[in-house]
């Protein structure tokens, strides 16, 4: 049977896998166990023996960012809960009601705030105020969970913090500012097109609450550290280590602005030490590393059993269009690999060598906005996608729900992207 299903196309055996997964997960079996299985399934209809997947899947286990990101999304869990615990968000919510007049600006302000730092599973850190500011306009679970996801990711198509905007640079060779200057404008394509599912559902403000201005910053004080703290000590470590010790500068900040950031709720609202370490031992903390791992193993195994660079090669040999391969090969990276470094270190190699092989070298800037805002409508799309499971985890939805009302958001970024392209183009032309 397997000798039989190596001989398919790449891009039919990772739809096959996917569906496993997809299959197991309706079933409710836990993220964990449905992205170990697909793993093993993966490295199986790519023809690995089990000696190379071993290694693959320790290797991804004990891979340093693997680390990172399991500590960061449990200090991320650890901060929401003791907001929550202490009365913090409630207080910092209060504070801001009367702030903004307009509840759809209410709700979307968090996850837009909280997306200007390139945090993994950062979606799980706005979705407590998402949360309780929706209470008041009984929204479902599913439309909770599209804002949270949605807007949080407004700003990944040119905020030159995020890894993918920074290899982007790296790979073409060009000024990071040149690459802001052209896609900036799909943030507001972004903005546009989540607006789609929350007309006509959300009903008059609350305008009772004072303008507490003073307050508000006070109770936004941890995310601040965060957000800024986080910035700040992640580019502060990158300037000062030497070049060898600087690949988790960044990393290392987040960890170092998240303990900052908990302690500070900690202390501040004198919680006992008994509460404090029941918030890091609850058992959805432990659910929450074997996710992550389970999903980076995945990840890893995708790269380690060429699935990727088969499927890139098919598409190549297909002769499709060089618009085309901007628009299709990041799309179906993204929705495979769930994050946007995947997609660029893959197939931008391939997209910009093409796009000078064929003297659309002019046009470089442009095939790039449109391989950005397809790739990571792909990535917005994926399963796979971190922020996604976490979101859907905590709002208590599933994937399909959301996914509806994602549909008209993606289909307006998408088109809306290739537009911007053919504009970009005949300008340029």
């Not at 804002?147 to 905020?159: P, S």
């Not at 307050?215 to 550290?225: G, H, N, S, Y």
């Not at 919680?271 to 980076?296: D, E, F, H, N, S």
Request: one cysteine or more; proline letters at 6%.
């Amino acid at each position: 049977m397997i000798p039989l299903v190596e001989t398919m196309p790449a891009m039919l055996r990772i739809l096959l896998v996917f569906a496993l997964i997809l299959l197991v997960i309706k079933r409710k079996w836990a993220l964990g166990h449905a992205f170990i299985l697909g793993a093993v399934s993966l490295g199986l209809v790519f023809g690995m023996t089990p000696g190379p997947m071993a290694r693959s899947v320790l290797a991804a286990t004990l891979d340093p960012r693997t680390l990172c990101l399991t500590i960061i999304v449990s200090l991320i869990l650890a901060l929401s809960h003791s907001l929550e615990k202490t009365g913090q968000m409630s207080r910092l919510l209060d504070a801001y009601k009367g702030m903004v007049r307009w509840p759809k600006l209410n709700l979307v302000v968090f996850p837009a705030l909280i997306g200007l730092l390139p945090m993994p599973g950062g979606a799980i850190f706005s979705a407590p105020m998402v949360k309780t500011l929706g209470k008041s306009h009984h929204l479902p679970g599913a439309t909770l969970s599209f804002i949270n996801y949605w807007y949080r990711h407004i700003w990944e198509y040119w905020w030159p913090l995020y890894p993918g905007i920074l290899l982007t640079t790296a790979l073409a060779g060009i000024d990071i500012w040149q690459l802001v200057l052209v896609t900036l404008p799909l943030t507001l394509v972004a903005i546009l097109a989540g607006y789609w599912p929350l007309r006509g559902r959300i009903g008059a403000a609350d305008n009772s609450g004072e303008r507490r201005v003073g307050q508000f910053v006070r109770e936004l004080t941890p995310i601040l550290i965060v957000i800024v703290g986080g910035l700040g000590m992640g580019q502060g470590l990158f300037a000062l280590l030497p070049l060898e010790s600087r690949a988790l500068t960044k990393e290392a900040g987040l960890i170092a602005a998240l303990c900052i950031g908990i302690g500070w709720v900690w202390q501040m609202n004198r919680m006992p030490a008994k509460a404090r370490w029941g918030i890091l031992v609850q058992p959805a903390m432990l659910k929450m590393i074997y996710m992550v791992t389970a999903i980076l193993i995945f990840k890893g195994m995708l790269e380690d059993s060429g699935a990727v660079a088969e499927l890139s090669r098919e598409i190549m040999h297909w002769q499709i269009p060089l618009m085309a391969i901007a628009v299709v090969l990041p799309f179906i990276v993204g929705v495979v690999g769930g994050i946007t470094i995947a997609f660029v270190g893959t197939t931008f190699p391939i997209l910009i060598t093409l796009i000078h092989a064929l003297g659309e070298s002019p046009l470089l800037l442009p095939y790039l906005a449109l391989a950005l805002v397809s790739g990571f409508t792909g990535v917005l799309l994926s399963p796979l996608h971190l922020c996604l499971l976490l979101s859907n985890a905590y709002f208590q939805t599933s994937l399909m729900p959301v996914y509806r009302r994602m549909a008209v958001p993606l289909v307006i970024l998408l088109g809306g992207g290739c537009l911007y392209f053919i504009l970009l183009r005949f300008y340029l032309a």
